[in-house]
C-alpha cells in the first residue's frame, strides 16, 4: 500500500537554528498538508498546499514557516529560527481529492533544546 | 465543547466487548472521519463518512453520522487487545481547503 514517507523520524536542534522537515507524499495525490502534534495535545492543521502553493494556512503558521514542493516529489517545511515552543510531531499528510480520506506519515518528531 | 470533541476521553473494556465512541462538532462539514494512533506512533485513517451518509462499515468498524446533532459514533465490535490506541474524529469542515480539524481523542484499552 502507497505511504507517505517523512524524514528523519527525530531531530533535535538548538533554539535559533533553522530545521527543514521532509515528505514524500504519494505520487498521484493532489492536496499536501502538515499538521503538529504537542505532546498531550490536539493534532493542530498547519497548511495546506494544491496546485504549487498555499491554499490555506492557520495561525500558528506564521513568517517562521515556509512550505517547499521543490521537484515534484518532495514536499518540505522549513522552520527558520526555532522556538522551544516548536517541540512537537510533525505530521505530513496527503489525499487525492475532496472526500477521500489521508494518508499520514509516521510523522517527525521536534526537540528544540 | 470544541469542533471535533470525543468522548469518552478514555475507555477501558475486555477483549471481546464492543467499544464505542462518541464525537460532536459545530459547523457545516464535508465529511467526517475516524483515524487511529498508536502511542507516538503516525495516524491511520481508518473510515470517512460523507455528509449525506448516515452510516457506514468497514470490517469490525461501524460509523454513523446524525447532521441534525452535529455528531458521529464510531463502533468497534469484537475488540481486540491490538485494539488498544487513541482513536480520533476530525471534520473537513464546508467550505474550508480541505483542512481537518481534529478532536482531543478517545484512549481505549482493550484487556486480554
Known amino acids: 500500500e502507497p505511504e507517505v514517507t517523512q524524514t528523519p523520524s527525530h531531530q533535535v536542534t538548538q533554539m535559533g537554528q533553522e530545521v527543514i522537515l521532509r515528505c514524500v507524499p504519494i505520487?498521484?495525490?493532489?492536496?499536501f498538508y502538515w499538521y503538529r502534534q504537542i505532546l498531550g495535545q490536539k493534532v493542530e492543521f498547519l497548511v495546506s498546499f494544491y496546485n504549487n502553493e498555499i491554499s490555506e494556512k492557520s495561525e500558528i503558521f506564521d513568517d517562521q514557516f515556509s512550505v517547499e514542493r521543490p521537484d515534484g516529489s518532495n514536499f518540505t517545511l522549513k522552520i527558520r529560527s526555532t522556538k522551544l515552543e516548536d517541540s512537537a510531531m510533525y505530521f505530513c499528510a496527503s489525499t487525492l481529492q475532496g472526500n477521500y480520506g489521508y494518508t499520514f506519515g509516521s510523522g517527525t518528531r521536534l526537540t528544540v533544546v | 465543547s470544541q469542533q471535533g470533541e470525543e468522548d469518552p476521553q478514555a475507555l477501558s473494556i475486555q477483549e471481546g466487548e464492543n467499544a464505542t465512541m462518541n464525537c460532536s462538532y459545530k459547523t457545516s462539514i464535508n465529511n467526517l472521519q475516524w483515524y487511529r494512533q498508536n502511542s507516538g506512533r503516525g495516524l491511520v485513517h481508518l473510515i470517512l463518512i460523507r455528509s449525506n451518509e448516515r452510516e457506514k462499515h468497514s470490517g469490525r468498524l461501524r460509523v454513523t453520522l446524525d447532521t441534525s446533532k452535529k455528531s458521529s459514533s464510531l463502533l468497534i465490535t469484537a475488540s481486540r487487545a491490538a485494539d488498544t490506541a487513541s482513536y480520533f474524529c476530525a471534520t473537513d469542515e464546508a467550505g474550508s481547503a480541505r483542512q481537518l480539524t481534529f478532536g482531543s481523542g478517545t484512549q481505549l484499552t482493550v484487556l486480554p
Open positions: 505520487s498521484n495525490h493532489l492536496y
